[in-house]
């Protein structure tokens, strides 16, 4: 291996792991592949030139070596190799020089490390969206149930969703999802549909689903809403906006018992053995997942509010919810699934300041 030089190199070098050395300074000595392992990462290191080649590249195996740079200028190892006559001194500890000052090797690869993170690019905010879109969420939602026949979780038959007119309502929501996002589910129900074997829609759970479907349908995009097999996917993503995006976010989470649901709203529950009580602990899970269901509140009844939801009792169902005289949710003690947020539906109101800013028409 010939001479290399830093300042040939601006681009950055990736792993050499004792075989060569993209980028290095040969100091006017033969470069040798190293037995032992190091690791460059440089980003236009140009001028990065040791003071001494066999601290760059060993021709013995020696302790692992890491040079992170990210367009720094003018750093140099001291000279630290032991002589390699025998001698009686103690070999002096590896030390790195930048601009005549001495560092030890971790805190210079600290530095390093810092300066090489760059702070991820700003999320796009979420659209503001009409007040149409929350009508024509509720209007599907009805709609479906409607198609399904009506039903309650009471008046639910055997096997409503293995029904042959049944079999495309089902494969709509699933299709509302990104591709690939159906984990499999419809080519596994395709082949069950077209065997005319039994199970068809069995698994997976599509709540999820349908609820991506509703927003989908109504025109919401996938930035504003995530449509996913997983309930969990797109709570944390609502969460995430509504922390960040205050002022815009188009669904906003609220504890059961401290806001009173109105229509477009989103009832979600827990249904893992240990369920969360309110929105704010999902944060403990740190993304993992957990078992969810989520309805479309639709209507204002004497006493409740009802919801649409789907795969309840293997349908599309509407339930009622009783309600406390102020509107809040009423919690059976220790019930399952536990319903621990109420995502505010916003899309179509906007918050005052931006109202004060429309043109008059």
């Avoid at 300066?115 to 700003?122: D, E, G, L, S, T």
């Avoid at 008046?155 to 007119?165: D, F, I, L, N, W």
């Avoid at 969460?239 to 906003?252: H, K, L, N, S, Y």
Wanted: net charge positive; hydrophobic share 40%; with cysteine.
């Amino acid at each position: 291996m010939g001479e290399m030089n830093f300042t040939q190199t601006p681009i950055l070098s990736f792993l050499l792991n004792g075989i060569g050395w993209a980028g290095g300074a040969s100091g006017g000595k033969e470069s040798t592949p190293a037995v032992g392992t190091s690791l460059l990462i440089g980003a236009s290191c140009a001028g990065c030139t040791p003071s001494s080649s066999e601290h760059f590249l060993p021709t013995r195996a020696r302790k692992l070596d890491f040079l992170i740079g990210a367009g720094y200028a003018g750093i140099t190892p001291a000279s630290s190799e032991p002589s390699r006559t025998t001698s009686t001194k103690k070999p002096r500890k590896k030390e790195w020089r930048f601009g005549g000052n001495s560092f030890p090797p971790i805190l210079l690869l600290l530095a390093l490390l810092s300066a090489c993170v760059a702070p991820p690019p700003p999320r796009e905010p979420p659209l503001f969206y009409p007040a149409s879109a929350r009508e024509r969420m509720l209007r599907i939602a009805i709609a479906e149930w409607e198609d399904w026949g009506r039903l309650t979780p009471e008046t639910v038959p055997t096997s409503a969703e293995g029904s042959r007119e049944n079999f495309p309502r089902v494969l709509a929501y699933w299709r509302a999802l990104d591709p690939g996002g159906d984990r499999g589910a419809i080519a596994r129900n395709r082949r069950r549909f077209s065997a005319g074997a039994g199970g068809v829609w069995d698994e997976p759970a599509w709540s999820a689903a349908f609820i991506s479907f509703v927003l989908r349908a109504a025109g919401v995009d996938g930035r504003e809403f995530p449509p996913s097999a997983a309930h969990a996917t797109y709570v944390d993503a609502l969460i995430a906006d509504a922390a960040e995006f205050a002022d815009r976010a188009p669904f906003v989470p609220h504890g059961p018992a401290s806001y009173s649901p109105a229509l477009g709203d989103l009832v979600c529950a827990d249904r893992s053995p240990r369920p969360i009580a309110d929105w704010a602990e999902r944060a403990a899970d740190a993304g993992r997942f957990r078992p969810m269901h989520c309805d479309i509140v639709v209507a204002n009844v004497a006493g409740g509010v009802e919801a649409v939801g789907g795969n309840v009792r293997d349908a599309v169902t509407r339930t009622r919810l009783p309600t406390t005289p102020d509107g809040r949710l009423i919690l059976a003690p220790g019930a399952t699934p536990r319903i621990f947020a109420i995502f505010e539906n916003r899309l179509g109101r906007l918050p005052a300041r931006l109202r004060q800013e429309e043109p008059v028409s």
